[in-house]
């Protein structure tokens, strides 16, 4: 999912930055990256689940691409975190607000057509 949204991006002019464990995966993804036109793709190896390599991974993206406009995190968490715990209320919180934005949007037309 991660890649789709750098992709989409790229193709946008956009400058983005991919972390991860897999430095061929990275290379490779950068790559495609500047390949989709991306202005510049910056690659860092990363553990995501490890706060200190994210801090100094963001403070690289800030200094070599300039402000993070964007942050999209497609890691796996692991099966016993609190980021796990935290990703699945949030699911929960963001399907119950698009229920409640759908009713809302939905529920005149079900009114005038069935009423």
């Not at 796996?76 to 209320?89: G, K, N, Q, V």
């Amino acid at each position: 999912m991660g890649r789709a949204f750098a992709r989409r991006f790229a193709r946008s002019g956009a400058k983005v930055a991919v972390l991860g464990r897999g430095l061929d995966d990275l290379r490779q993804t950068a790559i495609d990256l500047v390949t989709q036109g991306a202005a510049a793709a910056l690659m860092i190896p990363c553990d995501v689940t490890n706060r200190d390599q994210v801090a100094r991974a963001t403070a690289r993206i800030e200094e070599e691409l300039g402000p993070i406009d964007v942050w999209i995190d497609a890691a796996e968490p692991e099966d016993d975190s609190a980021r796990r715990r935290a990703l699945s209320i949030g699911a929960a919180i963001g399907a119950a607000a698009l229920v409640a934005v759908g009713i809302i949007l939905i529920a005149p037309r079900v009114k005038a057509r069935f009423f």
